[in-house]
Antibody, heavy 121, light 109 residues
Framework: QVQLVQSGGEVKKPGASVKVSCRAS????????IGWVRQAPGQGLEWMAW????????NYAQKFQGRLTMTTDTSTNTAYMDLRSLRADDTAVYFC??????????????WGRGTLVTVSS | QSALTQEASVSGTVGQKVTLSCSGN????????VGWYQQISHGPPKAVMF??SLPSGIPDRFSGSKSGTTASLTITGLQPEDEADYYC???????????FGGGTKLTVL
């Protein structure tokens, strides 16, 4: 079945970087996009970036421009999210999700279980 | 502040029909279809509606619609397992961002 398996939780100090992985299985990786969405404690969902399987473009939320890099490795069917210059308010659960098209519109149809990133001195 | 506005909370009894709304503008809901995502106890979100299409495995008591700049998710015949947070989401071409609503907490009484 289609699965997205994320790497384990991380604890980082302010100013450090974190790299979270998302390994896909059960489908042809290059035929779909991958997105990253985070959720701070007690808060709602916040989109960060997505990679288009259609044309290879990567789109970042303006809030994270310059601090976030999303990459993919098609040899291992894995997507990565690299967030730099971490602050306390980056403490959140980070989800990856498969991006698919339904009747011409794009949605996240399968989600990973999430990776808790804690930023604390 | 979210680009999409949802009710903070909605409640209903088992078997009842409830409708959750998601309000935006012409830059987002007025131009694109809306996805709905269910999140139970802060676990991973689960897609329950793609526009007005049901994802595979989602019961047909869920339905989606849109009128102008407001989208709705209707649950007909509410079940205890439907208790969750629900988020709407779509693309906003002015913000050049995938936007989410603030979420609605659905309580089944």
């Amino acid at each position: 079945q289609v699965q997205l398996v994320q790497s384990g939780g991380e604890v980082k100090k302010p100013g450090a970087s974190v790299k979270v992985s998302c390994r896909a299985s059960g489908y042809i990786f290059k035929d779909y996009g991958i997105g990253w969405v985070r959720q701070a404690p007690g808060q709602g969902l916040e989109w960060m970036a997505w990679f288009s399987g259609y044309n290879g473009n990567i789109n970042y939320a303006q809030k994270f421009q310059g601090r976030l890099t999303m990459t993919t490795d098609t040899s291992t069917n894995t997507a990565y999210m690299d967030l730099r210059s971490l602050r306390a308010d980056d403490t959140a659960v980070y989800f990856c999700a498969r991006r698919t098209v339904v009747e011409g519109d794009w949605y996240f149809d399968v989600w990973g279980r999430g990776t808790l990133v804690t930023v604390s001195s | 502040q979210s680009a999409l506005t949802q009710e903070a909370s909605v409640s209903g009894t088992v078997g009842q029909k409830v409708t959750l709304s998601c309000s935006g503008n012409n830059n987002n809901i007025g131009s694109y279809a809306v996805g709905w995502y269910q999140q139970i106890s802060h676990g991973p979100p689960k897609a329950v509606m793609f526009g007005n299409s049901l994802p595979s495995g989602i019961p047909d008591r869920f339905s989606g619609s849109k009128s102008g700049t407001t989208a709705s998710l209707t649950i007909t015949g509410l079940q205890p397992e439907d208790e969750a947070d629900y988020y709407c989401s779509t693309w906003d071409y002015s913000l050049r961002a995938q936007v989410f609503g603030g979420g609605t907490k659905l309580t089944v009484l």
